[in-house]
C-alpha cells in the first residue's frame, strides 16, 4: 500500500468515543459548529451545495480576491493587484508573496504558493490536456452554469507571481466569478504528488490550502475537524481548533446550542428564533442575504412541457399562506427571481396570483380536466431560501389536491437529493440558491441558462435560446443602464415562460453561544470563522 494512502487512512482511523462526551470536549480545546449536512467534497470547485460550502469554503482556502460585503468593492486577496486590459479581454492577476500551502499528515510543501497553482487550478475547469480536467466527471458545476470553462482562452505564466488570463471575450462579471467561494486556489504541487502515486481521486476529498484552518479528520455523519493554521499568511488565528458536529435535524441541532454542546448552529428556523431569544447566553445573528428560494419544474418532462399546466400550478398554490406558515414572517415574497435589493430588480406585476378557479380552466385547457398525479422534491435541510421544505411542500399538496392534482412529496438524504435532482429525476422541486456576489448574473446563469442545464444545476431542466442572448448581451457591457435592460427583459421572461416559481427570499439566522465572537455573516457567500474566537 502507499506510504500517502497509509497516512490518509491514518486520519480517518481515529478512534471514536461516545459522541457527546467528545463534542463537550471538543468545546473545551476551540469551537463545535452544528452543521446540517455532510460535505459533499471538499474541493469548492466541484459543489455548490452550500452546506457544503459553508464548512470547507473560506475556512480551507483562499481565493484570488473577494468582493468587500459593506461597498461590493473588490479587494485583494491571494491577488495583490489586478489590471483589465482596454479590451477587456485580457486580466494581469499580481500575487502575493509568502503564502504558504498546508502542511498535513499526507503533504509537505516544498515550495511557496505561487502562478504554477493559479495556472493548474482554473486551467482544471477548461483545458482537458490537465491532468484533473477529468477527474471527477469533469464536473465543474458553478464555473460550468457561468460559462467560465468556455470563457477563458488560455492562462499566460508571466512570471512566478504574475499570471494573465486571456479571455475569448470581454465579460462584465468575469472578476465576480473570480471572488465566489467556488473560486478558490489550489496546489499543484499537491496535485502532482498524487498523479506520480496514481491516487488522482483523493484530490478533492483530502484537501490543501492556503487558508486559516488545516483539514484533520472526517467521519461522514458525525464530524469534521479542522486544526489552526499556525503560517497563516493574512492574521493568527485564535482558536486551536475547529469541529462540525453533523446535526441534520433542525431540532436536534437546537438542542444541543441549548445544552451547550454547540458553539455556533446552521440555520435556526424561524418557528424555533423566539425559543432562543429567551437565553441571555445565545446570541441570534439576522442579517439580509441575496437568495431566493423557488418551485422548479422539469419543464422537458410532460405534462410540465406545457405552460398551461405549469400557469395552473402556479395559480392553484396560495403562497400567502406559505409565507406565514413557513417564514413566519421573516421573509419577502418574490416579485422576480432577484431580491429587491440587487440593482438589476424589477418587480413583476404579472406573478401569478392565488386563483384556484383560474388553475382548474388551465388544466382543462391543457387537456388535463382530471387532473393528474406528480412529485414534488422536498430538500431534507433547512436552509437560508427555504426553511422548511417539507412544511412547504405538504401545503402546496393540499392546494393542488383542491384542483385534482395529486402530489407526493419526495426527500432523501441532502447529497443524494442534490445529485438526483441534477439528473432530473424530479417532476418539480423546492430548491434556492444563495449568491456569492451582488452581481444580478449570479443568479440568472447559475440557475437557468442553458449551460446550467447541462451541468445539472438547472433544475427546471429549461433552455432558452433567445433567455441566453439577453444573458449574454448583459455580460458583454459594462453599461449598468444597459445592462439593467436586458436583465429586466430576462426577468419578464421567466414570469412569462414559468420554468420556476419564485416563491420567497429569506433571512439569513445564526446562533451562537454568547461568549463567540468573530464570525462572519454577510449578504453574500457562505459563513466564514477565519477570526473566530471565545472571550
Not at 382543462?364 to 412547504?392: D, H, Q, T
Request: glycine content about 4%; aromatic content about 12%.
Amino acid at each position: 500500500m502507499h506510504k500517502l494512502l497509509l497516512a490518509l487512512l491514518s486520519t480517518s482511523l481515529i478512534g471514536c468515543i461516545d459522541s457527546k462526551e467528545e463534542i463537550l470536549k471538543e468545546k473545551n480545546q476551540g469551537l463545535v459548529y452544528c452543521a446540517e449536512a455532510n460535505p459533499v467534497s471538499f474541493n469548492p470547485q466541484v459543489t455548490t451545495t452550500g452546506s457544503t460550502i459553508d464548512i470547507i469554503a473560506n475556512q480551507l482556502y483562499d481565493r484570488l480576491i473577494s468582493i468587500d460585503p459593506v461597498t461590493a468593492e473588490f479587494q485583494s486577496e491571494l491577488a495583490t493587484d489586478w489590471k483589465t486590459s482596454k479590451d477587456g479581454k485580457s486580466i494581469t492577476f499580481t500575487l502575493r508573496k509568502d503564502v504558504k500551502f498546508h502542511t498535513t499528515a499526507y503533504f509537505t510543501p516544498s515550495r511557496d504558493f505561487n502562478a504554477d497553482d493559479v495556472i493548474f487550478t482554473f486551467s482544471r475547469l477548461f483545458d482537458v490536456y490537465n491532468p484533473y480536467h477529468f477527474v471527477g466527471d469533469a464536473n465543474y458545476p458553478y464555473f460550468q452554469s457561468v460559462g467560465i470553462d468556455q470563457l477563458i482562452r488560455k492562462i499566460v505564466r508571466v512570471s512566478d507571481y504574475q499570471v494573465r488570463f486571456e479571455l475569448f471575450n470581454a465579460e462584465s462579471s468575469f472578476l465576480a466569478n473570480m471572488a465566489t467561494d467556488f473560486a478558490v486556489v489550489l496546489s499543484q504541487e499537491y496535485a502532482m504528488q498524487l498523479k506520480a502515486s496514481e491516487q488522482t481521486n483523493l484530490f478533492d476529498h483530502y484537501p490543501v490550502g492556503t487558508g486559516p484552518y488545516i483539514y484533520k479528520e472526517y467521519r461522514r455523519d458525525h464530524l469534521v475537524r479542522f486544526y489552526k493554521n499556525p503560517v497563516y499568511w493574512k492574521h493568527d488565528v485564535v482558536l486551536d481548533q475547529l469541529v462540525y458536529d453533523i446535526t441534520p435535524n433542525g431540532t436536534t441541532r437546537i438542542a444541543k446550542m441549548l445544552t451547550k454542546e454547540c458553539d455556533v448552529t446552521a440555520h435556526p428556523s424561524s418557528a424555533q428564533l423566539s425559543i432562543l431569544a429567551q437565553r441571555d447566553d445565545i446570541n441570534v445573528e439576522k442579517e439580509t442575504n441575496l437568495n431566493i428560494g423557488y418551485w422548479a419544474f422539469n419543464t422537458e418532462r410532460p405534462p410540465f412541457d406545457d405552460i398551461r399546466v405549469r400557469q395552473a400550478l402556479a395559480h392553484a398554490i396560495d403562497v400567502d399562506k406559505i409565507m406565514q406558515a413557513v417564514y413566519y414572517g421573516n421573509g419577502i415574497r418574490a416579485q422576480s427571481i432577484l431580491p429587491p435589493t440587487s440593482w438589476a430588480f424589477e418587480p413583476q406585476a404579472n406573478i401569478p396570483n392565488f386563483d384556484p378557479a383560474l388553475a382548474k380552466k388551465l388544466l382543462i385547457e391543457a387537456g388535463l380536466p382530471n387532473g393528474f398525479n406528480m412529485n414534488i422534491w422536498a430538500m431534507p435541510v433547512s436552509r437560508i431560501y427555504n426553511p422548511n421544505a417539507r412544511k412547504m411542500a405538504e401545503l402546496m399538496q393540499s392546494d393542488l389536491r383542491k384542483i385534482g392534482v395529486k402530489v407526493s412529496i419526495i426527500e432523501y438524504e441532502w447529497n443524494t437529493f442534490i445529485q438526483r435532482v441534477g439528473e432530473h429525476r424530479h417532476d418539480s422541486v423546492l430548491l434556492g440558491w444563495a449568491a456569492d456576489t451582488p452581481d444580478p448574473d449570479n443568479f440568472f446563469s447559475p440557475l437557468l441558462s442553458c449551460t446550467a442545464t447541462f451541468s445539472g444545476k438547472n433544475a427546471a431542466n429549461w433552455c432558452n435560446p433567445q433567455f441566453d442572448s439577453l444573458l449574454n448581451q448583459a455580460l458583454s457591457t459594462t453599461d449598468i443602464a444597459l445592462r439593467k435592460q436586458y436583465y429586466d427583459a430576462a426577468q419578464s421572461m421567466i414570469i412569462n415562460e414559468l420554468p420556476l416559481i419564485p416563491i420567497a427570499h429569506g433571512m439569513r439566522f445564526q446562533a451562537s453561544s454568547a461568549d463567540v465572537e468573530g464570525i462572519t455573516l454577510g449578504p453574500f457567500g457562505a459563513i466564514s470563522l477565519a477570526n473566530a474566537r471565545k472571550k
